[in-house]
Each structure stands twice: as structure tokens, then as C-alpha cells.
């Protein structure tokens, strides 16, 4: 079993940034692909980014492109969102995922591990 624990959401203004970080426990770090889906109210959950265990490949949704970036530090077993240039609709529950194996796309089913959430409000 993975544990995976979210931290960094808090309430900032628009144009701020934020870093999020997922610090995952209980197995091996190694192989899994991790991501990042955020949920906000009324809508869909929706993939927001993933990286490699490698750290070579990474994907984003087309509304975060060139503002948010996923970085992974294998040695400390964690992952990280950094959040550029925040708009008010970015303003969602963040979620940690993780999945061993290939690249599971942007279907939640496809993850097999799931943090809490952590909660990110951008103000106008």
C-alpha cells in the first residue's frame, strides 16, 4: 500500500504562487507514475499534470500549460506542483495520485492511490 499525503493549499490572491507537495510512505517509490487531479465545485475531476518515475516525461492540461510545473525528488519520495500566475479558476481540491506502471491518462480509475486533498482558493 502507498500513503500519499498532500500539503501547501492555502488562499492566495490572483497572480500569486503556490507550491503543492505530496510525500508519498509505505512502499518503494520506484516505478510509479505520479500526477496531480484537482476537483472543483460542480465540475468533473480533472488531470492537471503527471510525471515519470524518471522525470523524462511529463504531461499538463491545456489550461495549466506554461504556468504550472511537476517535479518529482525520488530520494525523498515526494512530488511537487508548482503553481504559477494563479487565476481564480484554479480554485479546486488538489489531489496527489499515484499509479505503478505505464501512464495511466486522465481517467481517475486509472490511479490506484489517492491523498486527502488539499484545498487551493485564488481570490480576485
Known amino acids: 500500500q502507498v500513503h500519499l499525503v498532500e500539503s501547501g493549499g492555502g488562499l492566495v490572491q490572483a497572480g500569486d504562487s503556490l507550491r503543492l507537495s505530496c510525500a508519498a510512505s509505505?512502499?518503494?517509490?520506484?516505478?510509479?507514475?505520479m500526477g496531480w487531479f484537482r476537483q472543483a465545485p460542480g465540475k468533473e475531476r480533472e488531470l492537471v499534470a503527471t510525471?515519470?518515475?524518471?522525470?523524462?516525461?511529463?504531461d499538463y492540461a491545456d489550461s495549466v500549460k506554461d504556468r504550472f510545473t511537476i517535479s518529482r525528488d525520488n530520494a525523498e519520495n515526494t512530488v511537487y506542483l508548482q503553481m504559477n500566475s494563479l487565476k481564480p479558476e484554479d480554485t479546486a481540491v488538489y489531489y496527489c495520485?499515484?499509479?505503478?506502471?505505464?501512464?495511466?491518462?486522465?481517467?481517475?480509475?486509472?490511479?490506484?492511490?489517492w491523498g486527502q486533498g488539499t484545498q487551493v482558493t485564488v481570490s480576485s
Open positions: 509505505g512502499r518503494t517509490f520506484s516505478g510509479y507514475v
Open positions: 495520485v499515484a499509479r505503478l506502471g505505464v501512464r495511466g491518462g486522465p481517467l481517475p480509475q486509472r490511479y490506484d492511490y
Open positions: 510525471i515519470t518515475w524518471s522525470g523524462r516525461n511529463t
